[in-house]
């Protein structure tokens, strides 16, 4: 960390980087130009890693950052100041069952809120609106970490401007752990930062100064926005250096639109890799895959086994071509040529459109290491999914009076349209309309298991392990799920809580622009 210096009324944080850097490009095949060292988590500074033993005083603040050399272009961060070490947008990592204290100072020129995406917190604990933090003011975070082991995140969640200040940089990792996690981590000798890697994905628009620029136009808000520039853990076209081992990736999207059709690929080949956790942590055991949809607010954790590989392979991290089903209500196409509507979403630079084909990390095998570790049989222990009792609560996703809704309906602070009952046990049947686009659902203080998914496309189809048309994605305990045009989805759900009085929390759009424009709805919880 450098020094400080004011600009406009707010403190300019100065964060410095080593190496080289290149301008982030545009779409897969550049190889040459992947030489930026991939940021990974270290003991301070960008995603440093803070082991949280006691409160926190945190800020949401306006900050210089040069993703590109030389540029010291402008972002959004969360800072901590800790034991004589800075922390910029730090991971925090936490003990299952531990307590989670922290002040947030709001250091921004406008509202802001934190929201703990996939913790099971009370609603004054949960960033919705109503307890959103003006200017210049703090609030108070308490609550227990009720979770199981997992790779969750915090983001920025004021009303009709979540979209804005996660796009500006507002996001990082909360890593809950627990005695489960320690046994994987043990097995297969994982490190975090070193062999255990978490990557957040966003795709940004540079200006000529390097600085963040977020400017929908009305087309963008309906579409969501796209940016030209690929940033993995803010790293422009990054360089990861591996040994002959087995790998954990944590992957994030924290784009705000954007769906990733994630494969690692070597000499153009996907490979094959384990699918070993989704949003809510482990699932019991490991999964085969070849790629993977990973919608805006997922997570994935995935191992890579590069025992076989030779020291000078390249391995690469991609977003495959697809069709992303922009538009679905204004030019019905046939599925499969991401080309034409990949063109219509017209967001970012050229090649850059939402399913296009995208090179993400370059990742090269530079040293051989005896390794003999087997991927462990059983990873957790997951009760089955319970169907729920009583009546399927049904929820229509659509477009209409030129407005992304859900039932109909869009955001009311004040409104809560739907009521459900303190440890009730529920079905909710999500339906997208075919004339659509495609919606990650996201709920708040509750985690949920996929039942069913119905009506896909074909480029999700294949991808179904089961009968009930589940993806690897699908799997374990989930906070958040994509739905295609013309898809249902079915999710069970159980409202067991151990917080006093109603409870109201949010039900939206994960795609941040639809949020803004109002695709949420309350729920409240009956105490």
């Not at 955001?411 to 997208?432: I, K, Q, S, Y």
């Amino acid at each position: 960390m450098g020094g400080v210096a004011l600009a406009g009324g707010a403190a300019w944080w100065y964060l410095r980087t080593t190496g080289e850097q290149h301008a982030p490009g545009a779409a897969a095949g550049d190889a040459g130009l992947f030489v930026n060292p991939l940021l990974v988590p270290g003991a301070s500074g960008p995603l440093g890693v803070i082991d949280v033993k006691g409160p926190l005083a945190m800020s949401a603040r306006a900050a210089q950052f040069p993703i590109l050399k030389g540029k010291p272009g402008r972002l959004l961060a969360y800072q901590v100041e800790q034991g004589g070490k800075s922390f910029v947008n730090p991971i925090f990592r936490v003990q299952s069952g531990a307590q989670f204290s922290a002040r947030l100072e709001n250091a921004l020129d406008e509202p802001t809120i934190v929201h703990w995406h996939g913790l099971k917190v009370d609603a004054r604990n949960d960033a919705h609106p109503q307890f959103q933090v003006a200017a210049g003011a703090a609030y108070e975070y308490r609550f227990p970490v009720a979770n199981r082991a997992g790779t969750y995140w915090y983001h920025p969640h004021p009303h009709r401007l979540t979209a804005k200040q996660a796009y500006l940089g507002l996001a990082s990792f909360f890593i809950v752990e627990d005695h489960e996690e320690r046994a994987l981590q043990k097995a297969l000798d994982l490190g975090f930062g070193a062999s255990d890697i978490p990557l957040v994905i966003q795709d940004k628009n540079l200006d000529s100064y390097g600085a963040l620029s977020y400017a929908p136009d009305d087309e963008q808000k309906v579409n969501g926005y796209v940016g030209g520039d690929l940033l993995v853990n803010l790293t422009p076209r990054p360089r990861f250096e591996a040994a002959t081992r087995i790998y954990r990736f944590r992957i994030l999207n924290g784009s705000n639109a954007r769906i990733y059709r994630l494969a690692f690929a070597k000499g153009g080949e996907p490979l094959e890799c384990h699918v070993i956790a989704t949003d809510g942590g482990l699932l019991e055991s490991a999964v085969k895959v070849r790629e993977a949809f990973l919608s805006p607010g997922e997570r994935v954790e995935v191992l890579l086994d590069l025992r076989s590989a030779r020291v000078g392979d390249t391995v690469w991290l991609k977003s495959l071509a697809f069709d992303p089903m922009h538009l679905e209500m204004e030019m019905p196409m046939e599925h499969g040529a991401p080309a034409g509507h990949a063109g219509m979403a017209g967001m970012g630079a050229p090649g850059l459109a939402d399913g296009a084909a995208i090179d993400l990390l370059r990742i090269d095998v530079a040293r051989k290491l005896a390794y003999d570790r087997p991927v462990p049989a059983v990873l957790s222990r997951l009760a089955p999914a319970q169907p729920g009792t009583g009546e399927v609560r049904k929820f229509a996703l659509e477009r209409t009076e030129d407005r992304w809704r859900i039932n109909g309906r869009t955001f009311e602070t004040d409104e809560a349209p739907v009521t459900v009952h303190r440890g009730a046990a529920e079905v909710w049947e999500l339906r997208n309309a075919a004339r659509s686009m495609p919606h990650p659902m996201h709920l708040h203080g509750f985690n949920f298991r996929v039942l069913e998914r119905r009506g896909s496309p074909a480029q999700q189809e294949p991808l179904a392990l089961n009968a009930q048309g589940l993806a690897a994605t699908d799997l374990g305990w989930k906070d958040t799920v994509l739905l295609w045009p013309g898809e249902t989805v079915r999710i069970a759900l159980d409202f067991s809580h151990s917080w006093s009085g109603d409870q109201t929390f949010l039900f939206h759009c994960h795609n941040l622009e639809h949020e803004d424009e109002g695709m949420m709805i309350n729920f409240k919880v009956q105490g």
